[in-house]
């Protein structure tokens, strides 16, 4: 006996031996394209039905010019950050180191902020009976 009536047919062949079904091949290629085409008529259904049914109505854009200024709500972007900052602590140190009313009418004053420490050192501060 020898190699070759011991081995199985095609083994030694280095390749196979057997065709593959043409028919096979058609049948599956004619089954893609007939689910390709389904789902192109699917997506142009869709397509359809959604440029004559709009979902939902669009709110009109606020950005639109219109004949008056409008502005945006609060709060805004400054448009000189460094000099509005600049402005504000100049405010609040005057408010700080002058004299001034708060409330006229009853009778409220503001004095300058060292003056009012001195004498808050001065009179004390308020504790709770008992403690030390």
Known sequence: MSAHENTPAGVMAGHETRDAS???????????????????????????Y???????????????????E?????PRLQEHPAIELQQLREEEDRILNTYGWTDKNSGIVRIPI??????????GFATKAGTK
């Open 22 to 48: 043409v028919r096979m091949i058609v049948g599956v290629l004619v089954l893609l394209a007939i689910g390709a085409g389904l789902v192109c008529a699917f997506v142009y259904g869709v397509f359809v």
């Open 50 to 68: 959604l440029a004559d049914h709009p979902l939902t109505t669009t709110p009109p854009n606020p950005l639109v010019e219109t004949a008056r």
């Open 70 to 74: 409008q502005f945006p709500p609060q």
């Open 114 to 123: 060292d003056r009012a420490m001195d004498l808050a050192m001065q009179r």
